[in-house]
């Protein structure tokens, strides 16, 4: 079993940007990662990170958004810089163990104009 805990996450202006984190409970973590969903918009990929540091971002990440994790406390994070309204949605934490995936409860970014 892993556990996740989200936090970071805010209302923030357009421009502006946040931090997001996700801390893992558990053994045996391998890659880590960022979704999203907006209201009535389907649940989509932000970002996503292996255990040696590969990275894949979204386009709409690319440029904007950094995805980085510390192994040792089994940590990912999310730097969101230049956030745009379209960025609004609830961040959710997803890490893989044993070949299952464990999703975080979310955590609400709000960007406003």
């Known amino acids: 079993q892993v556990q996740l805990a989200e936090s970071g996450g805010g209302l923030v202006q357009a421009g502006g940007s946040l931090r997001l984190s996700c801390a893992a409970a558990g053994n045996y973590i391998k890659p880590m990662g960022w979704f999203r969903q907006a209201p009535e918009k389907q649940r989509e990929l932000v970002a996503t990170?292996?255990?040696?540091?590969?990275?894949n971002y979204a386009d709409s990440a690319k440029g904007r958004f950094t995805i980085s994790r510390d192994n040792a406390k089994n940590t990912v994070y999310l730097q969101m810089n230049s956030l745009k309204d379209e960025d609004t949605a609830v961040y959710y934490c997803?890490?893989?163990?044993?070949?299952?995936?464990?999703w975080g409860q979310g955590t609400q970014v709000t960007v406003s104009s």
């Open positions: 997803i890490a893989s163990s044993w070949g299952r995936e464990y």
């Open positions: 990170i292996s255990v040696g540091g590969t990275t």
